[in-house]
């Protein structure tokens, strides 16, 4: 049974950095897609970075150039480091997989998803 847990969310402030983790279990499967989203309660859910078996990696504008999805296969963990925090970044932050994708394309749609994790929250003050 595939699971996702994430970790790593945590109060922080205004310019500081956080790093997300998401351990993958259950899975060992040579073609996936990742991705990252968050949401803040009442909003949709906003896709902020996707990474795919090959490396090809794509970002939410408002997060360019501050923030980086990265995996570890050896450890099967997905991590996203946040630097230059903004209050806008609080939210809760989801980690999603889809497991052998029809294309080799990160995404940032939610419908494109199969397994979620259960979220960790990023609180930023100014």
């Known amino acids: 049974q595939v699971q996702l847990v994430e970790s790593g969310g945590a109060s922080a402030q205004t310019g500081g950095s956080l790093r997300l983790s998401c351990a993958v279990s259950?899975?060992?499967?040579?073609?996936?897609?990742m991705g990252w989203f968050r949401q803040v309660s009442g909003d949709e859910r906003e896709g902020v970075a996707s990474?795919?078996?090959?490396?090809?990696?794509t970002y939410a504008e408002s997060v360019k150039g501050r923030f980086t999805i990265s995996k570890d296969n050896t450890e099967n963990t997905l991590y996203l480091q946040m630097n230059d925090l903004k209050p806008e970044d609080t939210a809760m932050y989801y980690c999603?997989?889809?497991?052998?994708?029809?294309?080799?394309?990160?995404?940032?749609?939610?419908?494109?998803?199969?397994?979620w994790g259960q979220g960790t929250q990023v609180t930023v003050s100014s």
């Open positions: 259950g899975s060992t499967a040579s073609r996936w897609c």
């Open positions: 999603a997989l889809d497991l052998d994708p029809s294309t080799l394309a990160p995404s940032l749609s939610e419908l494109h998803y199969n397994y």
């Open positions: 990474i795919v078996t090959n490396g090809t990696t």
